[in-house]
């Protein structure tokens, strides 16, 4: 899928060098122009996943804010919602084909051509968090074992980069309590990626959709359970209109983060201080999206409770426990192919010894919750 060098593709690089031999040709003989004229920005087209709406525009939105102002102009990113060019499902070919420079998404969402995508997000929780796992790609390995799928796999023409740790997705929405495993039997469900495979082993029917259409599905009954991600953008669509019992933790999709994916000839020809600012940008809004999450996820999960009458429950230690069962059964599957077996003994290597390390240090933060908040847990 790479584009062949021999084509009539003019790479960005070559006509920057060639603007600049020109440039310094036209200096000899005339008065030169101000600087400013020969500095067009290089627009770098960015579709998302994720409605309008959605609060993930809004750290797409983080992402393009930092890129423009460390660059001082040089890159100015169009961002687009999803649908504007492709579906939401489709920014990885967009991306690959050169339809569109980048995007802003989750490796879950092209798990449909390679289901070791779901590895790099929504893969069996060995006891690791977000934030562990984003860790795992940075300095762990993740990152080439990354870059082997996409090139050397499944021989796309991209590159990805990962930020931003999400929280745990909840369980999510029901409409009517539920605290057994047993119970899940027959419940047609919307979730993505291995998360799929993963509970249709509790009986579950599952639909893989993007989310701006959760909520119409719901309506029409071809679904009456759902996730998506989190308070905001679960209220944002509407969640609470078709359900009222919203299930906070689970081990479906606990160490997911965002997807940032560029055409690789695009980036290729971009010279090396901006290649850098598109990557690097990555890390520091993943800290920018951390506060915003935080400050948000909380508030509109309190306003859930307060305004819409939505009752908060934490997902039960039953279902909690066939869900790590169910991937039991799963993981021996997924291994009978090399390379995902190849990436689960990385994550486990990693997790069994960074973990230990977190869960060995880390304090009881439970326990003084309720020292100084008593009663509000119900664990």
């Known amino acids: 899928m790479k584009k062949n060098s021999d084509t009539k593709h003019v790479s960005r690089r070559k006509l920057l060098k060639g603007g600049a031999v020109a440039a310094g040709a036209a200096a000899a003989s005339t008065v030169a122009a101000p600087a400013v004229l020969a500095q067009s920005p290089i627009v770098v087209k960015m579709q998302t996943s994720w409605p309008a709406a959605d609060i993930w525009m809004d750290f797409a939105r983080q992402y393009v804010d930092r890129v423009e102002q460390m660059s001082a102009g040089r890159l100015k990113v169009d961002l687009l919602p999803s649908g504007a060019v492709v579906g939401a499902f489709q920014v990885l070919d967009a991306v690959n084909d050169g339809v569109l420079d980048a995007a802003h998404t989750v490796p879950v969402y092209w798990y449909g051509k390679n289901k070791a995508a779901s590895l790099f997000g929504t893969g069996p929780v060995f006891g690791g968090s977000a934030t562990t796992m984003l860790a795992w790609f940075h300095a762990g390995g993740g990152a080439e074992l990354y870059r082997e799928l996409t090139q050397d796999i499944m021989g796309l023409n991209v ?82 209109d078709v359900a009222k019992n919203y299930f906070l933790s689970s081990y479906h999709q606990a160490s997911e ?14 010279p090396e201080d901006l290649q850098a600012i598109l990557k690097y940008a ?35 230690k039953d279902i909690l426990d066939a869900q790590l069962k169910a991937w039991d059964e799963l993981i021996p599957e997924l291994e009978q192919d090399p390379f995902m077996k190849k990436v689960m003994d990385s994550q486990r290597a990693w997790v069994e010894r960074v973990v230990f390390y977190e869960l060995m240090n880390s304090p009881d933060l439970a326990l003084a919750y309720d020292h100084y908040f008593p009663g509000k847990l119900k664990l």
């Open 159 to 240: 590159y990805g980069f990962y930020g931003f740790p999400m929280p745990a997705q909840p369980f999510g929405w029901f409409k009517n309590p539920v605290t057994k495993a047993a119970e899940l039997d027959g419940f047609k469900y919307r979730t993505v990626g291995l998360a799929a495979d993963l509970l249709q082993r509790l009986g579950m029917s599952v639909a893989q959709l993007p989310g701006g259409e959760i909520v119409p599905a719901m309506e029409r009954g071809v679904i009456d359970a759902f996730e998506f991600n989190n308070p905001s953008s679960d209220s944002r669509f509407g969640a609470q």
């Open 257 to 270: 983060s965002f997807e940032f994916l560029f055409n690789k000839d695009f980036y290729d020809d971009l």
């Open 282 to 316: 990555v890390e520091a809004t993943s800290t920018s999206n951390t506060a915003l999450a935080m400050d948000n996820y909380s508030a509109d999960l309190q306003k859930l409770q307060s305004e819409s009458g939505v009752t908060v429950h934490r997902t039960s």
